[in-house]
Every structure is written in structure tokens, then in C-alpha cells.
Antibody, heavy 122, light 111 residues
Framework: QVQLVESGGGVVQPGRSLRLSCVAS??????????MHWVRQAPGKGLEWVAI????????YYSESVKGRFTVSRDNSKNTLFLQMDSLRADDTAVYYC??????????????WGQGTLVTVS | QSVLTQPPSVSGAPGQRVTISCTGS?????????VHWYQQLQGTAPKLLIY???NRPSGVPDRFSASKSGTSASLAITGLQAEDEADYYC???????????FGIGTKVTVL
């Protein structure tokens, strides 16, 4: 069965960096169309999309709120997704989820989510 | 402020029907992008509930249904059960921000 397991969260001071990981299992991580996302949720708030990386790393997109500060990458040989977070700010405090993308007729959705890892910037 | 508008909360007694609206604009739902719905139980990760506007993944009870029309979509829960108490989020793609957008979430309370 598909599993996504995040790690790397913790407490970090403003302006510092943190790297999150998401280990995938139960599917061909590097397979066609296996694009991966990061989605975050601030405490008591809703979901916010952060970034996408295509299966072959050729394409990456970011939300405006993290563009220029966060970098998404993946190591297909290790079935692992990463999120390098630099210049962290207090409003980056959130639970960060990795999620697998699938296509519908006219859009994309997230069919599997990890359990999340909490990042606190303080 | 979310691009997709949802009511903050809805409630109903066990067995009743509740609906959650998700209102977008011409750059997301109205542009033809599909709407998807997620259920988030307290303290857990979101779970896919509906994809492609109307489709239920395997294992999702058929008391959950959804529709889309124009710039809006809606999720209906019929025969409300205590275990349905959760936060529900709609999601789509928005061409004006070139990214994926969520509604603010709707808390469903079973009275």
C-alpha cells in the first residue's frame, strides 16, 4: 500500500534553514506522472499548497509565499522527496505534508498524504 | 483569504443531510478546472473524499456525493453520522496564481 512518511520538522529560529524529507513506498516513485507536492497547514488554519515537482525533476513550481526561499527536490533512487526551507519566517510555522498527485479529467488532486511534520519558527 | 469560498461551519443531526458549498471564480472552477474534496479528522492528515468533481475513491461511503456547476461546487453528506464530524476542504487549480488552491475549510458538527 502507498505510504508517505515525512520527517525533519522541529523548532528553528527566524532566518535559519530546515530540510524536510518524505520517504515514499508502495508505488513506483519515479514512474510516469508521479508528481509530488508539499502542502502546509498553519496551526488552526486551512490547507495551503506550497510546491510541486514532476517525477523527473524537470519542472518545479512554488506558491508566491515561498518562492525564492524554498526549494523542492527529489532523489528517485531513494524514493525520497525533499523541501529545503531557507530564510524561515514565523508565518512558515505549520504542519508540512507531502502528497502524491493524480490527474482527473481537467485537473489534479492529491490521492495520498503523509502524516505531516511540524515546523515551528520561533 | 482563500481563493475558494466555503462556509466556516455547518451542522446537522444524525441521519440528516448537509451540504457544503465551494464558490470560486473564472480563473479556477469557472475556467473548467475540476474540484476535489478532502476530509480531515481532528489531528490527522487530509484524506481524499471526492475527485474530478463527482468521483468517490474506493472505500468512501456513497452517502458522500458532490457536484459542480459554473463557478461553484458542492459536497453533500446524506445520512449524517457521528464519524463524519471533521473539516472538509475543496481544492482546484487557479490559472491566475498558477497554483493549486484550497477553500478555507468547513467544520461539520454532528449535533
Amino acid at each position: 500500500q502507498v505510504q508517505l512518511v515525512e520527517s525533519g520538522g522541529g523548532v528553528v529560529q527566524p532566518g535559519r534553514s530546515l530540510r524536510l524529507s518524505c520517504v515514499a513506498s508502495g508505488f513506483t516513485f519515479s514512474g510516469y506522472d508521479m508528481h509530488m507536492h508539499w502542502v502546509r497547514q498553519a496551526p488552526g488554519k486551512g490547507l495551503e499548497w506550497v510546491a510541486i515537482i514532476w517525477n523527473d525533476e524537470t519542472t518545479k513550481y512554488y506558491s508566491e509565499s515561498v518562492k525564492g526561499r524554498f526549494t523542492v527536490s527529489r532523489d528517485n533512487s531513494k524514493n525520497t522527496l525533499f523541501l529545503q526551507m531557507d530564510s524561515l519566517r514565523a508565518d512558515d510555522t505549520a504542519v508540512y505534508y507531502c502528497a502524491r498527485q493524480r490527474h482527473s479529467g481537467s485537473g489534479e488532486y492529491f490521492d495520498y498524504w503523509g502524516q505531516g511534520t511540524l515546523v515551528t519558527v520561533s | 483569504q482563500s481563493v475558494l469560498t466555503q462556509p466556516p461551519s455547518v451542522s446537522g443531526a444524525p441521519g440528516q443531510r448537509v451540504t457544503i458549498s465551494c464558490t470560486g471564480s473564472s480563473s479556477n472552477i469557472g475556467a473548467g478546472y475540476d474540484v476535489h474534496w478532502y476530509q480531515q479528522l481532528q489531528g490527522t492528515a487530509p484524506k481524499l473524499l471526492i475527485y474530478g468533481n463527482i468521483n468517490r475513491p474506493s472505500g468512501v461511503p456513497d452517502r458522500f456525493s458532490a457536484s459542480k456547476s459554473g463557478t461553484s461546487a458542492s459536497l453533500a453528506i446524506t445520512g449524517l453520522q457521528a464519524e463524519d464530524e471533521a473539516d472538509y476542504y475543496c481544492q482546484s487549480y487557479d490559472s491566475s496564481v498558477s497554483g493549486y488552491v484550497f477553500g478555507i475549510g468547513t467544520k461539520v458538527t454532528v449535533l
